[in-house]
């Protein structure tokens, strides 16, 4: 069985890089999954809980919050470039349980001034910190 190598690099350096044989990732157009010698292909990614089947142990997965970014799959290694990425095993749940509440918050407030941008902004934050919340809990 042939492996690949997965990479998650966000502008803070390596988050992942690890063996695989399997991952989930959810692009603009839904969920895609990946095994080695898949075809080369470069797509957009969505905030979305990364799922990662590792080959040092069967029943071994890591799960990354991706908030967004580009994937890269070519010749077996995969590259996940991201504006943030956090394993489940990094994120502070309780940190996040407020920054949905902060998000919460400003929703209500955008809504009631009207302002769409902030709205727009706060909405992201929320699925952000939802997506880091359920990853956290894995």
């Known amino acids: 069985m042939t492996h690949m190598t997965v990479q998650v690099v966000t502008p803070d350096g ?3 890089d690890h063996q695989a044989k399997f991952i989930s990732v959810k692009t603009a157009e839904g969920e895609m999954g990946i095994l ?3 075809i080369n292909i470069i797509a957009p990614l969505v905030i979305h809980e990364m799922k990662i089947r590792r ?14 970014g580009i994937i890269e799959v070519k010749d077996n290694v995969v590259t996940i470039v991201a ?3 956090e394993r489940s095993r990094d994120i502070d749940i309780s940190r996040a349980e407020r920054a949905k509440q902060r998000a919460e918050r400003q929703i209500e407030e955008a809504k009631s001034s009207k302002d769409i941008n902030e709205a727009r902004r706060a909405e992201i934050a929320l699925q952000r910190a939802l997506n ?3 990853v956290g809990n894995k």
């Open 14 to 16: 390596v988050k992942y």
């Open 55 to 68: 080959t040092d142990d069967d029943n071994h997965v890591d799960w990354i919050a991706i908030n967004g």
């Open 36 to 38: 080695s010698k898949h």
């Open 83 to 85: 504006d943030s990425a």
């Open 132 to 134: 880091r919340i359920s």
